[in-house]
């Protein structure tokens, strides 16, 4: 008789954490997965209907099974087979043949099993096995498990618990089938989802049929969530390190900290242990970084790195916070000596900073004390910056008083620095804002008076104070008009802004003030709205002059996204130039033409220049323009040229520039792809970083191999080799050189990014 329907308790927990499903008032069965059937032998009919057995009663845990036939006692046992479909809230099952036993909550399956929990699914010619428990069997699986597409096969399986499997004589890969490019054998594999690790013991890597690897043990993870164990270790050469390899290790310590702790081996220098840590708190984070090498065999020195960067909210009082930013290198050529990169090689100062900040409604304070180490270099030596002990700086955002903004900034410096002028300074700049706009103009008009006093003393001793106050008046106007334009097929919106900025700022002599922490500004299409041409606050740059501007964007109409804008701007002056700092006084009655245009001219195609023209010598003075081609996710082509005709390093010297960049990630086939980059100086006549590579992406295993030659120095240079292969989602061996290629090839991603190569997809279980 068929046994009446049955209300089961819940089952044991999924493999991996799913969302509770969506119940209807009606609940529906999906369609049953598809089987493959045989004819059904001579003489016989064709299998019945397949029938319901138990309602679907999802909240109660209720088991629903189906199939062509089905027996059993109430409240005892069920035996059904043919099509056999058996469905709980975290599982199913599909055999040709299967008892379930109410009371001990057993399911034993023949034929063809096929078990579906979480991400995971196995398959086998038997399985015996116990919901509440989650303890059994599967004869000769196959599997399916985990969220990184891995799958294999085994002897036997046998579940160990909750989300936990034990499986014997195991095959792990990630290659989708038939394909098994590589993979490991394992005497034992372990698999626990809870902490989604799999540990294989007496484990032997096969890459293109060969071993090539074996280890007693292996720790591997399910999915990208963070674990303790060895990191990819690097092996790497370059001209002035030698050989080199490092093998990181990284302490999963606890959710909210963590630390890694990596030897790196150079022949040519010695052992170099880098340690780095990391925390997080409710009111706090921070990173800490220590590297050690002892007794450089270059050298004949110990060298060392120190970094310490902390943040900490004080609760005690609701807005204020603190920091600090330490760092310190044991010389001048750490980093030229030890590093790759370009943004850490070309670094001249290291600060070490801490304070307090404060923010309150409109007030925002700063209180710290700062210095600087300073890295030189002996051919191309800076001047060290002020130390400032302390410095305390206050700002009122604009705050409404009858119809005008009224705001403020403040600070007071104590500069250092042995070997220049040193003194204190304080100023204060109380500003007042009048403003008023429609749909199509605006109009601001502020005033303000910078207020400083200063306090000096030089090498001997000797003190100086005097003052300054300095009235600063502004007007802002613009308009904006649009309409719509056609052109090429395309349906935009065009614009047109007008605009004009107008500053006056009387004379006062400034010349007995040091210039602590000024320098003349970058003089861009951004600054010529801006009041002061000098960076910082030992020099107000008298004023009477009006700045005139065009913009035109042309935008589309749907979404609003700018597709083009290029804009012209001119700065005239009534008043001859009388404030300076260490530039030559400006002689003419205008400044130079700018004009800059950038777009997105199509989805492939990004286009970006600035231009700089002095129309009172006939000379261009500076030009940008860069263009990159990026019609599909892994293949960009990146073109810039620079040009500036005086410009000012960090020594006070100025000098032309020249240069060319060009980049690129390139497809060959489904499967090659090259990687580039020439950075080239014209006025100096060579190579400032060149980068040349070539990945192969296999779809479970990649390869690649780059080459690097960076000037580090005037007259350094250094040549790197990265070789790497990653088995996905089982490890990488080699030097990555991932970082070099992201911050080389503007636009690159690695051939292994799902948005460039889609995940495979195997026919390992097409008959289901």
């Not at 060969?210 to 674990?227: D, G, I, M, T």
């Not at 903004?405 to 204190?424: I, K, M, N």
């Not at 109380?430 to 910078?450: L, Y």
């Not at 690695?750 to 495979?760: G, I, L, Q």
Request: contains cysteine.
């Amino acid at each position: 008789p068929i046994a009446a329907a049955q209300t089961l308790p819940p089952a044991p927990g999924p493999a991996t954490s799913l969302p509770e499903p969506v119940l209807r008032s009606t609940p529906q069965l999906e369609p049953p997965l598809p089987r493959k059937q045989s004819a059904p032998p001579p003489g016989q009919t064709a299998p019945r209907p397949s029938l319901q057995f138990a309602p679907i009663d999802l909240d109660g845990g209720s088991v629903f099974v189906r199939a062509n036939r089905i027996d059993g006692i109430a409240e005892k046992y069920v035996e059904a087979e043919g099509k056999v479909e058996l469905r709980t809230r975290r599982e199913t099952v599909l055999a040709d043949w299967l008892r379930y036993d109410f009371e001990t909550q057993e399911v034993w399956g023949k034929g063809d099993v096929l078990l579906r929990r979480g991400t995971d699914s196995i398959t086998g010619p038997e399985a015996r096995f116990k919901r509440d428990t989650e303890t059994g069997y599967f004869k000769s699986p196959r599997y399916f498990i985990g969220e990184n597409g891995a799958r294999g096969s085994a002897s036997e399986l046998r579940f160990a618990g909750p989300d936990r499997y034990e499986v014997t004589d195991a095959r792990y890969t990630t290659c989708a089938a038939p394909r098994e490019d590589w993979y490991v054998r394992m005497d034992e594999l372990a698999v626990d989802n809870a902490r989604l690790v799999g540990t294989g013991r007496n484990a032997t890597l096969y890459f293109l049929g060969a071993p090539v690897a074996y280890s007693p043990w292996l720790e591997f993870p399910l999915s990208n969530q963070r674990k303790s164990g060895f990191l990819t270790a690097t092996l790497g050469s370059t001209g002035s390190r030698g050989l080199e390899v490092a093998a990181p290790y990284y302490f999963n310590l606890a959710p909210n900290y963590d630390a890694t702790l990596t030897p790196r081996l150079m022949t040519k220098r010695g052992l170099q242990m880098d340690a780095q840590g990391r925390y997080l708190t409710d009111s706090s984070q921070g990173e800490a970084n220590a590297e050690y090498l002892h007794n450089d065999r270059v050298t004949g020195t110990n060298r060392y790195l120190l970094s310490w960067k902390h943040n900490q909210n004080l609760d005690f009082v609701p807005g204020l916070a603190g920091y600090w930013n330490l760092n310190k290198v044991s010389d001048d050529t750490y980093f030229s000596d030890l590093s790759d990169r370009v943004a850490v090689t070309s670094q001249s100062t290291l600060p070490r900073e801490g304070g307090f900040a404060y923010t309150r409604g409109p007030l925002t304070m700063l209180a710290r004390e700062q210095s600087f180490q300073t890295l030189q270099d002996p051919n191309a030596p800076v001047l060290p910056p002020y130390n400032r002990l302390p410095q305390v700086l206050a700002t009122i955002q604009e705050v409404d008083w009858n119809g005008v903004g009224v705001g403020a900034t403040g600070e007071y410096v104590r500069f250092r620095q042995s070997a220049l002028p040193q003194g204190d300074r304080f100023y204060a700049y109380p500003t007042a804002t009048w403003s008023r706009q429609g749909a199509a103009w605006f109009f601001t008009a502020q005033g303000g008076v910078h207020a400083r006093h200063y306090a000096l003393e030089d090498a001997g001793g000797n003190g100086d104070s005097f003052d300054y106050a300095i009235p600063i008046a502004s007007v802002d106007a613009g308009l904006v008009f649009e309409r719509d334009w056609s052109a090429f097929g395309q349906n935009l919106v065009q614009t047109l802004e007008p605009r004009a900025y107008y500053v006056y700022i009387p004379y006062r002599d400034q010349s007995r003030a040091p210039a602590f922490d000024t320098a003349l500004d970058d003089f861009n299409f951004g600054q010529l709205f801006v009041a002061n041409r000098y960076l910082g606050n030992d020099r107000i740059g008298d004023a009477n002059q009006v700045t005139l501007a065009l913009t035109s964007r042309f935008l589309d109409p749907a979404t609003g996204a700018e597709r083009l804008r290029v804009a012209i701007g001119d700065r005239f002056y009534f008043n001859d130039q009388r404030v300076t700092l260490n530039e030559a006084p400006r002689s003419g009655k205008s400044s130079d033409v700018l004009l800059l245009a950038e777009g997105r001219l199509s989805d492939a195609w990004y286009l970006a220049g600035a231009t700089q023209y002095n129309f009172d010598a006939g000379q261009l003075e500076r030009f940008t323009a860069g263009l990159r081609y990026t019609p599909a996710p892994g293949k960009v082509i990146n073109a810039s040229y620079r040009y500036t005709r005086n410009l000012l390093d960090q020594s006070g010297t100025t000098s032309e520039l020249r240069q060319f960049d060009l980049s690129a990630q390139w497809p060959l086939d489904a499967n090659w792809s090259l990687m580039g980059r020439w950075n080239y100086s014209v006025v100096d006549r060579k190579m400032l970083e060149g980068v040349a590579g070539v990945e192969y992406n296999a779809g479970c295993w990649a390869l690649r191999l780059v080459g690097q030659r960076l000037t580090t120095t005037t007259q350094t240079t250094t040549t790197s080799v990265y070789l790497q292969i990653e088995l996905t989602g089982l490890a990488r061996f080699g030097t990555s050189p991932l970082d070099l290629l992201r911050r080389s090839v503007p636009g690159y991603l690695k051939s292994t990014d799902p948005t460039v190569t889609p995940r495979e997809s195997g026919d390992y279980f097409q008959e289901y």
